[in-house]
């Protein structure tokens, strides 16, 4: 059974870090693109960035290029993204899923504020 | 970036009846290549991660009840469901994967009357 497990959300300031992770099993995992879709709170869907299955292709939103960074460890199943430099407006659920262009598998989410 | 449009925002609906929500792209999603639409269909319900119902315009996804049944091409397309039941009330979204970056529409609420 696909699995997609995400952690690493909560509150931070305004200006801080936080990185987020997502644990993967069920499938091969470095056989598939994998991305990050978030959902600020009562709004719509929005992805956030995208890498290929080695790691070495990425893709980011304009809002979060230069800010974010999104990168994987096949050996360990894992994705992560990194956020740097939060904003208000970065409150919102985060979703790991497994990027085909559409998005197949989706975790749970985890949530990340931005306030002070 | 490609600009998807849903309507109707909301819909309200009794159950056993039939809902068509549209889709529309602001440039074609169709793929001359390989010959297909690159459009897919997500369902949402309350509280949950969305759910793939549709991809390439009209393919069912494993699993997921013929009721739901994609169609349309290039810019303008429809998800219908037929017969609804109470387990379809969900938010539902269109998505662009014809370029990145990836889009979604604004979504679909569906509501019972």
């Known amino acids: 059974e696909v699995q997609l497990v995400e952690s690493g959300g909560g509150l931070v300031q305004p200006g801080r870090s936080l990185k987020l992770s997502c644990a993967a099993s069920?499938?091969?995992?470095?056989?598939?693109?994998m991305a990050w879709v978030c959902q600020a709170p009562t709004k719509g869907l929005e992805w956030v960035a995208s890498?290929?299955?080695?790691?070495?292709?990425?893709y980011y939103r304009d809002s979060v290029k230069g800010r974010f960074t999104i990168s994987r460890d096949n050996a360990k199943n894992t994705l992560y993204l990194q956020m740097d430099s939060l904003r208000s407006e970065d409150t919102a659920t985060y979703y790991c899923a497994r990027h085909w262009g559409y998005f197949d598998f989706w975790g749970p989410g985890t949530m990340v504020t931005v306030s002070s | 970036d490609i600009v998807m449009t849903q309507s109707p925002s909301s819909l309200a609906v009794s159950a056993g009846e039939t809902v068509t929500i549209n889709c529309k792209s602001s440039q074609s999603l169709f793929g001359s290549v390989r010959q297909k639409n690159y459009l897919a269909w997500y369902q949402q319900k309350p509280g949950q991660s969305p759910k793939l119902l549709i991809y390439?315009?009209?393919t069912r996804e494993s699993g997921v009840p013929d009721r739901f049944i994609g169609s349309g091409s290039g810019t303008d397309f429809t998800l219908t469901i037929s017969s609804v039941q109470a387990e379809d009330l969900a938010n539902y979204y269109c998505q662009q994967y014809y370029d990145t970056p990836r889009t979604f529409g604004g979504g679909t609420k569906l509501e019972l009357k």
């Open positions: 890498i290929s299955t080695g790691g070495g292709n990425t």
């Open positions: 390439l315009a009209s």
């Open positions: 069920g499938f091969t995992f470095s056989n598939y693109g």
